[in-house]
């Protein structure tokens, strides 16, 4: 395998080489890795813009070639891991799944190196982007299919602002339910009228990594085992942070086989965008919940108000991990005689349900329910007064008053004031009179 690795390394420089000399381009340009990051160009550029922060993820750099901001992306096999105790061989771009985000400006020039290290032929499409119809990625349509250990180089100038993906148009359906996809943003060239201060990136899909395997299976077309968000899943999806008063922008965009209700807790947020670009503002809409189709992507945008609140599809199975879906309904069912049975043959098994899952995740943690190996609970996560009970596509933003600019680190759990917390004020079922309809 090392072997194999370092030939399509040589074979790779080599059609950067190659690359470069069809398109003018200096060798030592096209070859060198010391690339500036967004954040040292950003800071030279005569566009001042908020660096898109993907959670979870990184952000492709780039370097200036006679005014053309050249990436380069590598397309292979990669070792992810969704939490731990989840890892799957799935296909990414540059090491990880989603490949890391593009960022560039309205206006300019750039060039994307595409190196094929897969064992099959791929190509990629940069969805929503406004280019020439050569380079829109479409494998025997528009271009050949990049072949393994080729290189392609596709050039266009960025007509364009707004949130946008790029992903393979070629074995589409194993490639994508593979992990191959990313982020593209494009700022505009002119200062925005509402600034933002902090700006998130979020990418969904889907993965059927079905219990015990390693691989996930790309001919499943609705029976998932696991919801993501730049493919992690609650707990290991990272909280998104913000200080108090803040203009927050969350990017979310869709590249999985099922629409999301999106809905953020604790604020209402304006959809200001989409792939097609910042709408004007007479068309932005007031929600706490959008849906975001397949294919879509769509902007956030709200003022931060302390709390941790969160923000998760509400499509309930979208926020559970690993789900049994041909399982029987055991709700209300005495399963006590059963259970003795069963265990004759199956020392330690325990039934779950009669009173419904909110045990699960405690019965797992105790090593009372252990699943199939590689495979994740259902409900995970710990918060500040118990178990969470969560997973798959479900996070947080953290907002507090004293935090610094520019600082996202995890600021812990929120000190809610006592007086403004929900509390217990009986233990007795019969408590109080409730009004109730009557049945006659």
Known sequence: MNIRRKM????????????????????????????????????QSETSFVPVHTLDGWTLPYRLNNGVKEFHLVAEEIEHEFAPGSTAKCWGYNGTTPGPTIEAVEGDRVRIFVTNRLLEHTSIHWHGMLLPSGMDGVGGLSQPQIKPGETYAYEFTLRQNGTHMYHPHADEMVQMALGMMGMFIIHPNAREAHQIDRDYCILLHNWALHPGTYRPNPAVMVDFDLWTMNSKVFPAISPMVARSGERVRIRVGNLSMWNHPIHLHGAQFSVTGSDGGRWPESAW????????????????????????????????????????????NPVGVDQSVIQQHIRKILPGYQAMGESGMAEHQTHSAMGHHRGPENTLPMMMGKGPFGDLEMGGMFTMIKVRDDLASGDYRDPGWFAAPQASRARKISGDENWGSPPRKSRS
């Open 285 to 328: 809409r007031t929600e706490s919940t959008e849906i975001v189709g397949v294919g879509q992507t769509r902007d956030l945008d709200f003022d931060a108000v302390a709390g941790d609140w969160i923000v998760h599809c509400h499509m309930a199975h979208h926020t559970m991990n690993a789900m049994g879906h041909d399982l029987p």
């Open 8 to 43: 399509l390394q040589i074979a790779g420089l080599g059609a950067i080489a190659n690359a470069a000399t069809a398109l003018n381009i200096p060798r030592a340009a096209a070859a060198n890795s010391d690339a500036p990051s967004i954040d040292k160009l950003n800071e």
